[in-house]
């Protein structure tokens, strides 16, 4: 490929024999479900009881959303018990090496040594002291000195019995925590909220990253030394005792919003994301992709968006997607002849993509629905999130299509791909469960009542299923029908539930310490009003109007992608929610205060353009987690194909600063003629920037067209009705100037590399 995409590749015709070889590993694969170290050889014995604490996390799930759910504490703490458990059974720490042990010594030098100055410089209880340098001991001794029993080390079986234990004491006594506050604690109550803070930790480490538990540490210790902090940080700080009562004690930190959302919303998606996976969604998908654009011009690329699409509807991890899709994608684009930074960030940009796509929109959008409260239902976060998803994807497409173009890049053979009638007659059903959730969510339901009700249509479909195939193909055509849910199929999806659910619990519980922090501390209001008033500063040199609104938007995009980097989209949500929506909202809520528009729609403007930008942070570098996960497939540059993936993305970017400059983009203007211009408009444009971004269209792009047809498109996407005509005219100037070149015989209008065309494209 050209230098537009990291180096020159000359592209090659796919073997007839080898796509479809590569075409049945693909459909036929098993989706991935569970990212990160994870232990693979284990004594049956633990595995037995690993699965048997996913099929129980799960029951209890389903049991609390028949019957209702628990007091929110309470909810919380039987699922961070299994969460806890579970995770320091499944995931192995991520240094394990003979050499390091004495790395290890001296981390837990270090760590007692911390111990003790806190100790006698705060006052800690023996109670807190005690319990702390257990769990550093333990944590190293499992890391560097572990000891095994069938594969698991004793350690970690101890850690995974005390995060239980200590969640289950808050189970317990959660019924007391208002008169504890006032008459105090007892010692067990602290010693449990020590052993299970400091496990929240070490399981946020292991199953999400050591980002989230830097940032975490850095929390606890600004609420500790806040009377030693500078400036505009100085706090009266918290002492041990006071940070355990709001992060484990209470329901502002660990057991707060995010926790609470993900034992409700959240695990039953992960529940009905697993069923679906069981009876043949992912693979239903992919087929469903390739028949659409398989055959098409760039078509392994173009297939990688779509199943990235399709699968995002029900999973919403980006960097589960980059994993599961990825691993056929990617060395099929290769193949194609894309190179390998392109072939990897296609499929990240395509799967953190699946984030922003309805109905699941991974955990932070049930997170939002919580924040923004007022009344919001979460069928009005789905609307709003239609318009820009689908402008996402659009651009993607239209980027990797007239980068195919230009480089020759051709579709699998039609012969080989799946016949799309045939597919839609014999596996659409399987759709209807989506159909279903997007009809209960749009009537009303809680999301949590709509995931119950589509897991028992889920099951109840797979049943209708089987008693047909049984009644017209007998018991022989039954055996063969491979995606049949069995009642140890069932349990086995429930466990894989629970496992999926892992990072998300971690993630949760972790999030909450931070806003717990932000909270009590008031940093949130600190940075919030730091925001306005170096906006309100910075605007004096800005003679637009409302630029005092466009640099906060600036700065807290900026904020939320340095915060991405490395911490879960969930967490970084949850942090720029407290921190930067109160900075934003009042200037929004003026701009629009003769539109008519609810509190609350104008509160979803401000969360979406916050969690767009943390959906982003998975390709910006230099820490982008899925374009990382997508280059260890692709054998690429990490960074270049994290760049790559801002480029093919490039409408993330974009488009959330038209979330307030235009709102019209998610179905919230004053009028249907100002939301369809905006709407009509914001399509024209992405695929205008698409364009640009992949500088071809009939012919090579001149860097002036390029800057034309940007131009056009920020128009079209930012301007009202008058100032999108006038993108449209330019668009069409550079449109017409493209296609006369074209027709004038320019010498750049094909590149010289070409092969011959082996398989028919479009």
């Given at each position: 490929?050209?230098?537009?995409?990291?180096?020159?590749?000359?592209?090659?015709?796919?073997?007839?024999?080898e796509?479809?070889?590569?075409?049945?590993e693909?459909?036929?694969?098993?989706?991935?479900?569970?990212?990160?170290?994870?232990?693979?050889?284990?004594?049956?014995?633990?595995?037995?009881?690993?699965?048997?604490?996913?099929?129980?996390?799960?029951?209890?799930?389903?049991?609390?959303?028949?019957?209702?759910?628990?007091?929110?504490?309470?909810?919380?703490?039987?699922h961070?018990?299994?969460?806890?458990?579970?995770?320091?059974?499944?995931?192995?720490p991520?240094?394990?090496?003979?050499?390091?042990?004495?790395?290890?010594?001296?981390?837990?030098v270090g760590?007692?040594?911390?111990?003790?100055?806190?100790?006698?410089?705060?006052?800690?209880?023996?109670?807190?002291?005690?319990?702390?340098?257990?769990?550093?001991?333990?944590?190293?001794?499992?890391?560097y000195?572990?000891?095994?029993?069938?594969?698991m080390?004793?350690?970690?079986?101890?850690?995974a019995?005390?995060?239980?234990?200590?969640?289950?004491?808050?189970?317990?006594?959660?019924a007391?925590?208002?008169?504890?506050?006032?008459?105090?604690?007892?010692?067990?109550?602290?010693?449990?909220?020590?052993?299970?803070?400091?496990?929240?930790?070490?399981?946020?480490?292991?199953?999400?990253?050591?980002?989230?538990?830097?940032?975490?540490?850095?929390?606890?210790?600004?609420?500790?030394?806040?009377?030693?902090m500078?400036?505009?940080?100085?706090?009266?700080g918290?002492?041990?005792?006071?940070?355990?009562?709001?992060?484990?004690?209470?329901?502002?930190?660990?057991f707060?919003i995010?926790?609470?959302?993900?034992?409700?919303?959240?695990?039953l998606?992960?529940?009905?994301?697993?069923?679906?996976?069981?009876?043949?969604?992912?693979?239903?998908?992919?087929?469903?992709?390739?028949?659409?654009?398989?055959?098409r011009?760039?078509?392994?690329?173009?297939?990688?968006?779509?199943?990235?699409?399709?699968?995002?509807?029900?999973t919403?991890?980006?960097?589960?997607?980059?994993?599961?899709?990825?691993?056929?994608?990617?060395?099929?684009?290769?193949?194609?002849?894309?190179?390998?930074?392109?072939?990897?960030?296609?499929?990240?940009?395509?799967?953190?993509?699946?984030?922003?796509?309805?109905?699941?929109?991974?955990?932070?959008?049930f997170?939002?629905?919580?924040?923004?409260?007022?009344?919001?239902?979460?069928?009005?976060?789905?609307?709003?999130?239609?318009?820009?998803?689908?402008?996402?994807?659009?651009?993607?497409?239209?980027v990797?299509?007239?980068?195919?173009?230009?480089?020759g890049?051709?579709?699998?053979?039609k012969?080989?791909?799946p016949?799309?009638?045939?597919?839609?007659?014999?596996?659409?059903?399987?759709?209807?469960?989506?159909?279903?959730?997007?009809?209960?969510?749009?009537?009303?339901?809680?999301?949590?009542?709509?995931?119950?009700?589509?897991?028992?249509?889920?099951?109840?479909?797979?049943?209708?299923?089987?008693?047909?195939?049984?009644?017209?193909?007998?018991?022989?055509?039954?055996k063969?029908y491979?995606?049949?849910?069995?009642?140890m199929?069932?349990?086995?999806?429930?466990?894989?539930?629970?496992?999926?659910?892992?990072?998300?619990?971690?993630?949760?519980?972790?999030?909450?310490?931070?806003?717990g922090?932000?909270?009590?501390?008031?940093?949130?209001?600190?940075?919030?009003?730091?925001?306005?008033?170096?906006?309100?500063?910075?605007s004096?040199?800005v003679p637009?109007?409302?630029?005092?609104?466009?640099?906060?938007?600036?700065?807290?995009?900026?904020?939320?992608?340095?915060l991405g980097?490395?911490?879960?989209?969930?967490?970084?949500?949850?942090?720029?929610?407290?921190v930067?929506?109160?900075?934003?909202?009042?200037?929004?809520?003026?701009?629009?205060?003769?539109?008519g528009?609810e509190?609350?729609?104008?509160?979803?403007?401000?969360?979406?353009?916050?969690?767009?930008?943390?959906?982003?942070?998975?390709?910006?570098?230099?820490?982008?987690?899925?374009?990382?996960?997508?280059?260890?497939?692709?054998?690429g540059s990490?960074?270049?194909?994290g760049?790559?993936?801002?480029?093919?993305?490039?409408?993330?970017?974009?488009?959330?600063?038209?979330?307030?400059?235009?709102?019209?983009?998610?179905?919230?203007?004053?009028?249907?003629?100002?939301?369809?211009?905006a709407?009509?408009?914001?399509?024209?444009?992405?695929?205008?920037?698409?364009?640009?971004?992949?500088?071809?269209?009939?012919?090579?792009?001149?860097?002036?067209?390029?800057?034309?047809?940007?131009?056009?498109?920020?128009?079209?996407?930012?301007?009202?009705?008058?100032?999108?005509?006038?993108?449209?005219?330019?668009?069409?100037?550079?449109?017409?100037?493209?296609?006369?070149?074209?027709?004038?015989?320019?010498?750049?209008?094909?590149?010289?590399?070409?092969p011959e065309?082996a398989?028919?494209?479009?």
């Amino acid at each position: 490929m050209s230098d537009e995409t990291g180096g020159k590749t000359t592209a090659v015709a796919y073997d007839a024999e080898e796509a479809a070889k590569d075409i049945k590993e693909m459909t036929e694969a098993e989706p991935v479900t569970v990212v990160g170290p994870l232990r693979t050889e284990l004594h049956p014995f633990w595995k037995w009881l690993v699965w048997s604490l996913g099929v129980g996390m799960s029951c209890f799930h389903l049991w609390t959303a028949w019957q209702g759910t628990l007091p929110t504490i309470e909810q919380g703490a039987i699922h961070l018990a299994f969460g806890l458990a579970l995770i320091f059974l499944v995931y192995r720490p991520t240094r394990n090496v003979e050499k390091e042990k004495r790395r290890g010594l001296y981390w837990t030098v270090g760590g007692i040594a911390v111990a003790a100055y806190l100790y006698y410089a705060t006052g800690m209880e023996m109670t807190i002291l005690l319990p702390s340098v257990a769990v550093l001991v333990l944590v190293q001794i499992t890391r560097y000195l572990p000891f095994n029993v069938g594969g698991m080390p004793v350690a970690d079986v101890l850690l995974a019995a005390g995060g239980a234990w200590a969640a289950l004491w808050a189970f317990q006594n959660a019924a007391d925590f208002s008169r504890y506050i006032i008459q105090g604690f007892p010692a067990s109550g602290y010693a449990a909220a020590t052993i299970g803070t400091l496990l929240v930790l070490v399981a946020a480490t292991r199953a999400v990253g050591l980002a989230i538990t830097i940032v975490c540490t850095a929390m606890l210790a600004y609420a500790l030394f806040g009377r030693d902090m500078p400036g505009f940080l100085l706090h009266s700080g918290k002492n041990p005792d006071q940070i355990l009562d709001y992060s484990f004690l209470g329901s502002e930190g660990i057991f707060g919003i995010p926790l609470q959302v993900s034992s409700t919303f959240v695990f039953l998606y992960m529940v009905f994301a697993a069923l679906l996976q069981r009876t043949g969604m992912e693979r239903f998908f992919t087929n469903l992709a390739l028949g659409i654009a398989g055959g098409r011009v760039g078509g392994t690329a173009k297939v990688g968006v779509i199943t990235s699409v399709f699968s995002g509807t029900i999973t919403g991890s980006s960097v589960a997607n980059t994993v599961s899709n990825g691993a056929f994608t990617i060395p099929m684009m290769k193949k194609a002849g894309y190179n390998k930074e392109f072939a990897g960030a296609v499929e990240a940009a395509s799967s953190t993509g699946g984030q922003i796509m309805p109905p699941v929109m991974g955990s932070a959008a049930f997170i939002m629905l919580a924040m923004v409260g007022q009344g919001v239902t979460y069928a009005d976060i789905m609307l709003v999130a239609i318009v820009p998803a689908v402008l996402f994807f659009v651009a993607q497409y239209i980027v990797v299509h007239f980068v195919s173009r230009r480089e020759g890049i051709l579709g699998l053979p039609k012969d080989k791909l799946p016949k799309l009638i045939p597919l839609l007659v014999s596996k659409g059903y399987l759709i209807l469960p989506l159909i279903l959730i997007f009809v209960i969510l749009s009537l009303g339901f809680t999301p949590m009542r709509a995931a119950f009700l589509a897991i028992l249509a889920t099951v109840g479909l797979n049943i209708v299923v089987q008693l047909l195939i049984l009644a017209f193909k007998g018991v022989q055509g039954w055996k063969s029908y491979e995606e049949k849910l069995t009642p140890m199929g069932l349990l086995n999806g429930l466990a894989d539930a629970a496992k999926m659910a892992l990072p998300i619990v971690a993630a949760t519980a972790a999030a909450g310490l931070i806003s717990g922090t932000i909270n009590t501390t008031a940093l949130g209001l600190k940075i919030g009003d730091g925001l306005i008033d170096l906006g309100a500063t910075l605007s004096q040199y800005v003679p637009i109007p409302d630029s005092q609104l466009y640099l906060v938007m600036f700065f807290t995009m900026i904020a939320c992608l340095i915060l991405g980097m490395g911490l879960p989209t969930t967490a970084n949500y949850v942090v720029m929610a407290v921190v930067a929506v109160p900075a934003l909202l009042p200037l929004v809520e003026t701009r629009y205060a003769e539109w008519g528009l609810e509190p609350f729609q104008l509160a979803l403007i401000v969360h979406m353009f916050v969690f767009y930008f943390g959906v982003m942070a998975d390709i910006t570098p230099p820490v982008c987690l899925a374009s990382f996960a997508a280059a260890g497939i692709s054998g690429g540059s990490p960074v270049k194909t994290g760049v790559q993936s801002m480029r093919i993305a490039i409408s993330g970017f974009i488009v959330p600063f038209a979330f307030v400059i235009a709102p019209g983009v998610m179905l919230l203007g004053d009028s249907w003629v100002t939301t369809t211009t905006a709407v009509i408009s914001a399509v024209i444009g992405v695929c205008f920037l698409g364009v640009a971004v992949a500088g071809y269209m009939s012919v090579p792009l001149k860097w002036w067209e390029r800057i034309l047809m940007i131009l056009a498109a920020l128009m079209l996407l930012y301007g009202g009705i008058t100032v999108s005509l006038i993108g449209l005219a330019v668009a069409v100037a550079a449109f017409l100037i493209q296609y006369r070149r074209r027709d004038g015989g320019d010498a750049d209008a094909a590149p010289t590399d070409r092969p011959e065309p082996a398989v028919t494209a479009e």
